[in-house]
Every structure is written in C-alpha cells, then in structure tokens.
C-alpha cells in the first residue's frame, strides 16, 4: 500500500496504512484505544450515527438481536442504545478496544480477540437479526470477502448494515463480492447511500443487505 497522506489525523492515517495482519491490526488498536473515542470525535465520524438510523429505517423490532463486528470502543452501541436497541452483542480484534465497549453498558456481551474472518468459529450460523460493522470495511482492515462470513452468522431474512470508505471501495473488489452474493440469490441490496458524510477526511458508502432464504 502506497505511503501517500489519507487523513489529517496522525493515528486515523496510521491506521489506514495497515496491513490487514490481524496481529498488527490489533497491537495497533490496543495501543490506539484511549485517545480512539477523542480522535475520531475530532474527525466529526458519522458512520456509528448513520449506521444506526438505518438500521432504524429496516429493523422496527428493538428487540431484535444485533452483532456489532469489530464494535471497536462501542461507538455503534451507543447509538443503538440511545434509538431503543437492547439485545446488542459486540465483537473486536483488541482486547483493549472492547473494555471500553463494555463499559458503555450498551452491550449485552462483548468478545475480545476475535478475527472477523474466524468468526464463525466464535458464533453460531443464522444466530442474529442484523449485523452493523461500521469502519471496518475500510483499508488495511478486513477483506471484503468478511462479508460472507458475516452473512453466515445473519438469520434469513436477516440484515447486514456496513460501511465502507470510499477509498477502500474503490480499490477492492468489495463491489464483486455483494455482486457475487445478489447473483447467487443469497442476499439481496435493499438500500445503499453512495458518497455520504463519514468524517471530515472523505465519505463513504452505506449498505443495507438483507439475508435471503
Ligand atoms: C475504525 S475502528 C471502528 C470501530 C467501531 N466500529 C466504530 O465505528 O467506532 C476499526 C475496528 O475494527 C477492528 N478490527 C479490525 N480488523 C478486525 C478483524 N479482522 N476482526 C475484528 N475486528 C477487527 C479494530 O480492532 C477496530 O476496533
């Protein structure tokens, strides 16, 4: 991955320069947990707000049973908290991360150490009404392929909400694998908002994808 300056933000641009290696990912954020909440309020991040209403606008039911993947300090739960939401799992890469998740009081259980890629192996299949991952799907994070394994863990009829950074959807093949799901009737796009606010550094994409079967 190229050098080249994406965020203002010193720690934000350090993680975009990631690699995906799921031990460098989580050092990265054991370190970056204390100060993540105060930059990233700083960068004006809309995308645990968005996410949340969206969810609102497809899922009525609060007490439907949600998985935040890589719910990092807890962001998308107090969103979720504050709309009625209370049967609200979360999961994270770092340890650390997930402390300050739970300390929201938003979550019902939150697990550390978890790879999104693996996850299948922490979760049982169709155990979920809606999954939300919100700025994980974005560069030097996880593969697009993690929407596969998410959509495992989604009941049918089910929802993912997630988000992508622009820049990660224009230089992955994210766009293929949501293709490759609707074509093969596994899953079906029910909404999706191009180039909305993220955070001052650029936008991103939403996507609502609902679990066929
Ligand atoms: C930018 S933060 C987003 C956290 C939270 N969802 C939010 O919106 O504030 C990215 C999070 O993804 C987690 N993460 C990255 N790769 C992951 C993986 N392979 N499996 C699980 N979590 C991962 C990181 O540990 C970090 O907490």
Redesign the pocket.
């Known amino acids: 991955m190229s050098g080249e300056k994406i965020s203002s933000n010193e720690a934000i641009d350090a ?1 975009l320069h990631l690699d995906g290696d ?1 031990d460098h ?2 050092q990265f ?1 054991e370190d970056w947990a204390k100060t ?1 909440n105060i930059d ?1 309020t700083g960068s004006e ?1 809309t ?2 707000a968005i996410a949340a209403n969206l969810l609102q606008q497809h899922l009525t039911n609060k007490n439907s049973e949600l998985l ?6 807890g ?2 739960g107090v969103e979720l908290q504050a709309l009625g939401y209370s049967n609200l799992d979360g ?4 340890d650390s ?1 997930v402390e300050l998740a739970a300390a929201t009081g938003a979550y019902r259980q939150v697990l550390g150490s ?4 693996r996850a299948a192996e922490s979760y049982a299949a169709a155990s979920y009404d809606a999954i939300l ?4 799907f ?1 560069l030097g ?2 593969p697009p392929e ?1 929407l596969q394994v998410l959509l495992k863990l989604t009941r049918a009829g089910g929802l993912l909400v997630i988000s992508t950074r622009t820049h990660y959807y224009d230089q992955t093949n994210f766009q293929q694998v949501v293709d490759d799901l609707t074509s093969s009737k596994q899953a079906e796009l029910i909404q999706l908002i191009k180039d909305a606010p993220y955070n001052n550094d650029g936008d991103g994409h939403y996507w609502v994808l609902r679990k066929t079967g």
């Not at 999961?91 to 770092?94: A, M």
Request: charged letters at 10%; hydrophobic letters at 45%; one cysteine or more.
């Open positions: 993680a799921p990912v989580k954020y993540y990233t991040y995308g645990p935040d993947a890589g719910c990092g300090t962001l998308v999961f994270d890469l770092s991360m978890i790879d999104m890629m991952s919100v700025g994980v974005t994070h996880v993690a």
